[in-house]
């Protein structure tokens, strides 16, 4: 599993391209966030759209956490209050969403 609970910065350019993958579930704890930061090049900050999580079990965001990308879920995907994401969601089975926040890239 991926777990976090303190903010995550993802730095580069609005070029780049990131994808995580993990073989179990993707946990992002209450209040913990995803930064994108500018790699100081020039460049500007990456952009959602190019960030991509793959994750093979479910999806769990915590209540105000926010998440930058597309999340693409083996099972569920499961939104808090107050959470948000800049990207899509894709999960197989169902996405929650309570009270959460969803803005396409």
């Not at 090049?41 to 093979?56: D, F, H, L, M, R």
């Not at 969601?89 to 959460?100: E, H, K, R, Y």
Request: glycine share 12%; hydrophobic share 40%; charged share 15%.
């Amino acid at each position: 599993d991926v777990m976090f609970s303190a903010d995550i910065y993802i730095k580069g350019s609005s070029s780049d391209h990131f994808v995580f993958q993990t073989t179990g579930n993707f946990i992002a704890g209450s209040g913990a966030k995803v930064v994108l930061v500018d790699s100081d090049t020039g460049g500007g900050k990456p952009q959602a759209a190019n960030i991509v999580w793959q994750v093979a079990g479910y999806v769990d965001a915590g209540t105000t956490s926010h998440l930058e990308g597309v999340v693409l879920g083996k099972t569920y995907a499961a939104f808090k209050t107050g959470s948000s994401l800049n990207g899509r969601i894709l999960a197989q089975t169902a996405c929650t969403l309570d009270s959460a926040t969803i803005t396409q890239p």
